[in-house]
């Protein structure tokens, strides 16, 4: 078990399946079991990943200040997070709407709110950050000060950088500088994968790479071990909706990571817990369990349960 702090956007996330995007215009489409309403944010669902596989983990974020903090925990799931420091200080809650069709295709709109406006008191953040193994952020503005709290501790920091644009990475220095480990999407990368970890990791010097590709699996570079290596994805579960499948692989991985530095065994345990997240409707629902990741691996790579535990 490693303790984590976890510091990030808290927002209500509506998820609509459609026919086909880009949606063709109708006054009312009428479908069952076609939307979908909870809390959702990439550093929320992280946190509840770390949570089900064990982790201690403490999460920071900021709300609206009349929001429900019933909500961040519904009363059918089987684990909580501790709402202590989520702070409701914004106007309001951030909001996004997905829709989403059968071939994996999204069309986000997203309503920040304030959140730019917004800062986390910090006075907080220094004992929880002394005490943990690793601090997991988001690229909000608002986290920007947990990047030199941690880098002043000498914590190692994992940056999940959502949404990457090259015309704005200058504005993603206060994370890329100081991150053991980035995670990034290639929707809208806009130049050739292996050039761009060959470029992130000659800039920056990061230790650890993941760049999530979709249906294609994912790219690995690890500095340490002279790796980069591409993965395909693997098949749990009949696919409901791919959304927020990046934020249980990004954690499962640091989960098994931080046990003991083996990134191709973390990969390889976070690709199966991202192809079962798939199977299931809502950001934060459908996490594997332990048990079920290690029959899985051996059923899908034949590594036995000692390798399993770390020797892989």
């Known amino acids: 078990m490693s303790k984590f702090l976890v510091a990030g956007v808290t927002q209500i996330e509506t998820i609509v399946r459609v026919d086909k995007i880009p949606v063709v215009y109708s006054p009312i489409t009428s479908a069952n079991d076609s939307i979908f309403t909870a809390i959702g944010g990439d550093a929320y669902n992280e946190s509840l990943a770390l949570e089900w596989l064990g982790d201690d983990v403490t999460f920071m974020s900021i709300v609206g200040r009349n929001q429900d903090l019933s909500l961040i925990n519904p009363h059918d799931r089987k684990i909580t997070l501790s709402t202590q420091y989520i702070i409701p200080q ?44 690793m601090m997991v952020l988001a690229n909000a503005n608002f986290c ?31 994370f890329l500088e100081p991150a053991k480990v980035l995670y990034f999407s290639d929707d809208n990368l806009g130049e050739d994968p292996y050039e761009f970890i060959d470029r992130m990791a000659g800039t920056y010097g990061t230790d650890i790479i993941i760049l999530g590709q979709g249906h294609e699996g994912l790219i690995l570079y690890d500095k340490a071990q002279n790796l980069r290596v591409h993965y395909k994805t693997v098949k749990t579960n009949e696919v409901v ?67 399993f535990d770390g020797n892989s």
């Open 241 to 307: 909706n791919t959304i927020g499948a990046g934020n249980a692989l990004f954690a499962c991985f640091l989960h098994y990571y931080m046990e003991n530095g083996d990134s191709v065994n973390a990969i390889k345990n976070a690709l199966l817990f991202a192809s079962y997240k798939i199977g299931y409707m809502g950001t934060s629902n459908g996490f594997m369990t332990t048990d079920q990741l290690e029959q899985w691996r051996n059923l899908i790579w034949g590594i036995k349960k000692s390798e």
């Open 90 to 133: 914004m106007e309001a809650t951030p909001t996004e709407v997905v829709l989403y069709d059968k071939d994996r295709k999204q069309q986000i709109f997203e309503d920040i709110k304030d959140l730019r406006e917004n800062v986390y008191d910090m006075s907080m953040v220094a004992p929880i950050a002394e005490a943990c193994d």
């Open 144 to 174: 920007r000060p947990f990047a030199k709290e941690a880098a002043a501790r000498k914590k190692p920091i994992a940056v999940n950088i959502r949404n990457y644009n090259r015309e704005k990475e200058k504005y993603n220095t206060d």
